[in-house]
């Protein structure tokens, strides 16, 4: 609470002076987490410098919170909800990722829309994202699942400014109007790790010394990195043994090993992100960074895995998460959201100045699209091979996490420059 000063006469310029630094302090050191406050929901105006737009509020009943979770809610069918880009007019799908090109012939899961339970979401607007990253670096850092983002993004955005070297096989774009990078930092599981060979040829399994970070991104980090987004969680799901201070610990998907423990993926994974979200919130070059934690996103395998002839055909969103629970892996994949959210509390627990962690966490919602996903289309048909119920279709409802980031990044630059 700022204190209500009593404008004297004698005293009025000094009172003025105290209440700008007050206000200059609060704006720069206490934002507030990325809730949503109903009553605080306006429309735009036009002295707004950034914004074209701001979730609009749904009524609240008398004595319920006013705020606004974005990641609470339900897909909802629209008939008039077209994607903003299609795969022939962005030129930069990868092929994996471009269904209809492989084959897909339906269209209806494109019509959902992600309706949070007391706001409507905007859609992504590729103007306010531009101008709101302007002279900035923003970094994904992740797996394969982080660059069908990206990917996304890009195809986003090109409506606006296409970036410089845009090719499928880039990792960095650059868009020259707005001085903006997008970095791509790949890594498999955030934290250093060696696969295991047999008779020199390698095997599948890793050790992971999930105190260590991994040193292709880590050492990568620009300096004034003003965002990064940080996700990981497909490469645990295989057999792979822990190591902390250079012992091992244990092990995952190891249940036939002897003498050995197993951890579970939630430990090895939230050990990995408190490794990387440290590295971080160390990271005095960086500058002031906003970090966003993607929580993990669902596979949607049925009678299988990867490997074992698993499929996902399903053309229909499930209602909810209880729903989702016919998805084998699902309430694993929970578990590892939980982890990840404890890893972002703590964080936050321990900001560094200048430094904010914050979750984009998409799993609920993501959890009800098992319609989503390449499936059997993302090959050619002449080509046999394994269904891919780990990525997502573009256009598809992947397009939602892009929604939901540019909401984030309206709420912390509200808080910067607004209040």
């Avoid at 019509?111 to 900035?136: S, T």
């Avoid at 930092?185 to 095997?203: H, Y």
């Avoid at 256009?395 to 929604?403: F, M, Q, R, T």
């Amino acid at each position: 609470m700022i204190p209500k000063f009593i404008e004297k006469k004698t005293c009025g310029l000094i009172s003025s002076l105290i209440l700008t630094t007050l206000l200059a302090i609060l704006t720069l050191h206490s934002p507030p987490p990325f809730l949503f406050n109903i009553n605080r929901i306006r429309s735009p105006t036009i002295n707004d410098p950034i914004f074209t737009s701001s979730p609009q509020s749904s009524p609240s009943k008398e004595g319920e919170s006013n705020v606004c979770d974005l990641f609470k809610g339900k897909w909802v069918f629209d008939p008039e909800f077209v994607p903003l880009y299609s795969n022939s007019s962005c030129k930069t799908i990868p092929l994996s990722k471009n269904c209809f090109e492989n084959g897909r012939t339906d269209r209806e899961f494109l019509q959902w829309r992600w309706k949070p339970e007391k706001c409507e979401l905007p859609r992504f607007e590729p103007n306010a994202f531009l101008r709101i990253v302007k002279r900035k670096t923003m970094a994904f850092i992740g797996d394969s699942v982080a660059r069908n983002q990206v990917d996304s993004l890009v195809c986003l955005l090109a409506q606006e400014e296409v970036p410089l070297d845009v090719y499928k096989d880039a990792k960095d774009r650059y868009f020259a109007n707005h001085n903006f990078t997008l970095l791509v930092l790949w890594t498999k599981f955030l934290v250093a790790s060696r696969e295991r060979g047999l008779n020199g040829s390698p095997t599948g399994i890793f050790d992971l010394h999930i105190d260590k970070v991994d040193e292709n991104w880590g050492n990568k980090l620009p300096t004034h990195l003003d965002y990064a987004v940080v996700s990981d969680a497909q490469w645990f799901f295989r057999k792979n043994y822990i190591y902390q201070d250079g012992q091992m610990r244990g092990c995952i998907h190891c249940k036939n090993e002897l003498n050995i423990k197993e951890l579970g993926d939630e430990f090895a994974i939230g050990g990995a992100l408190r490794t990387a979200l440290n590295h971080i919130n160390s990271c005095k070059d960086c500058g002031d960074t906003l970090t966003l934690v993607r929580t993990i996103s669902p596979s949607h395998f049925e009678n299988g895995t990867w490997k074992t002839g698993g499929s996902c055909n399903r053309t229909l969103p499930f209602k909810g998460r209880k729903e989702a629970e016919v998805v084998p892996a699902s309430q694993g994949e929970w578990a590892v959201r939980e982890a990840q959210t404890e890893e972002i509390a703590r964080a936050k627990s321990r900001e560094t100045e200048g430094k904010r962690y914050e979750a984009l966490d998409i799993t609920e919602a993501m959890m009800m699209r098992p319609d989503g996903h390449p499936g059997s289309h993302w090959r050619s048909k002449q080509k046999k091979g394994y269904n891919d119920c780990v990525h997502w279709c573009m256009p598809g409802p992947i397009d939602a996490w892009n929604d939901l980031l540019l909401a984030l990044l309206r709420s912390y630059h509200d808080v910067l420059f607004k209040l």
